[in-house]
């Protein structure tokens, strides 16, 4: 393998641009959060690299599936790992929102940004060639190739010195995907009746209606196409909507807490693991369809003013073309080859021109029968010998509309 491996070199544009962004223009340590542009990107490559070459452990029934989790879960129980890890791995496995060990290595990425002990942690268990060998074929990964892995821990160092600010609670998705959705904390005032009506589907809470008259029902924090994640700080993910009401019930004459996972993203589209339990509701639920009905009008709506800037653009750009092309044909010169001088008279007409020009063109013409002679445009001037003419130049710059 190369040390320049195409996965280190699009890690290392990752945290270049996480790096650039680390600090403001008055040279202030600037706070990297979720909204960032590029960290979701990093976080892919990084998974990707941690998983080339894992090894899957087999079974009577069949491949146990494994990932990077599955060995870092483990790691604390040895005597070189910091107390560090002990509390990152503590925290993954207490949040009951991540149920994969695909969504827990994850978090655990996350919780290690935070706390800056990625480097730490990859060196210690590459350093470890029998433990890394149990875990990966070695010549197929990048830890367990001893160039790549210490061009890996370098550019971990780097982000280890970079702030992290990630909300970690914003974990219920990261079973499905990296792309994390946007999150409200909603309080409503003491009630018997939310009028919220919610139907699970893979798990998860969605609302898919509000009764009318309700206290929710001109909300518009609460919207159709929303999971509600908490309820008065209670986990309900997986939960049966009996175990819903008996949350409820606890904290009767107390203001209901809400942390709803916002079926928008902030572009107006619809958060696509949410998008896809409203396509599986839609045909039983109306409420549902129109907020899909919805959405895709807003989508043709983006991608005609997408069109719309694409071809402005374009025009720009030829616009912006034509204008250098014009003022790189009025720098350049051209050679004047001077012929001869006719004269059409006071009546100069289009017609005169073009019968002066074919005749000086013609091959019977004779120009020294006018006396006057054959000259280099360049580098000489040709006067008439009438009294009368004007002397003509054979500069670059200069057309005489008369000789052509």
């Known amino acids: 393998m190369d040390r320049t491996d195409s996965s280190l070199r699009e890690l290392k544009g990752y945290i270049l641009k996480l790096k650039d962004s680390s600090i403001n223009s008055d040279g202030t340590a600037n706070v990297i959060t979720d909204n960032h542009p590029h960290l979701k990107g990093f976080c892919i490559v990084l998974e990707s690299v941690l998983r080339r070459g894992l090894k899957q452990q087999g079974s009577l029934f069949g491949l146990i599936k494994r990932d990077y989790w599955s060995w870092i879960e483990p790691l604390h129980q040895y005597g070189k790992t910091s107390q560090s890890l002990s509390v990152a791995v503590q925290l993954v496995n207490k949040n009951i929102k991540v149920r994969s060990i695909q969504g827990r290595g994850r978090l655990f990425i996350r919780v ?71 999150m409200e904390n909603v309080e409503i005032v003491p009630c018997e009746d939310l009028g919220i009506i919610v139907r699970y589907t893979a798990s998860r809470a969605v609302v898919i209606a509000k009764e009318e008259g309700s206290v929710v029902a001109d909300d518009v924090r609460v919207a159709v ?23 409820l019930r606890d904290f009767r004459g107390f203001p209901v807490k809400l942390l709803l996972v916002k079926c928008q993203v902030g572009d107006g589209s619809l958060y696509e693991p949410i998008k896809r339990r409203l396509l599986s509701l839609a045909p039983d639920f109306p409420c549902v369809a129109r907020v899909l009905q919805s959405a895709e009008v807003r989508a043709q709506s983006r991608r005609l003013c997408h069109d ?33 001088r006719i004269v ?61």
Not at 226 to 246: C, R, T, W
Not at 395 to 403: E, G, L, M, Q, T
């Open 225 to 247: 196409g929303d999971v509600i994640d908490e309820v008065n700080q209670q986990s309900i993910s997986g939960l049966k909507l009996a175990s819903i009401g008996s949350v």
């Open 308 to 340: 719309r800037k694409s071809v402005m653009r374009a025009d720009s750009s030829e616009s912006v073309d034509s204008a250098e092309l014009e003022a790189r044909n009025e720098r350049q010169s051209w050679p004047v080859k001077y012929i001869t």
């Open 344 to 404: 059409v008279g006071s009546d100069g007409g289009s017609h005169m021109i073009h019968g002066a020009v074919g005749q000086a063109l013609s091959p019977r013409f004779d120009a020294k029968a006018t006396g006057d002679a054959e000259m280099d445009g360049e580098s000489s001037t040709a006067q008439n010998n009438s009294p009368n003419s004007d002397p003509i130049s054979g500069s670059k710059h200069h057309s005489d509309p008369i000789s052509g």
């Open 112 to 182: 290690a940004l935070t706390r800056r002990i990625l480097a730490e942690i990859i060196g210690n268990f590459a350093s470890d060639r029998h433990r890394l060998s149990y875990w990966y074929t070695v010549d197929d990964s990048i830890l367990g190739n001893e160039l790549q892995v210490q061009s890996l821990l370098s550019l971990l160092v780097t982000v280890c010195k970079l702030q992290f600010d990630l909300r970690l609670g914003n974990s219920t998705f990261l079973d499905e995907c990296w792309e994390l959705p946007l």
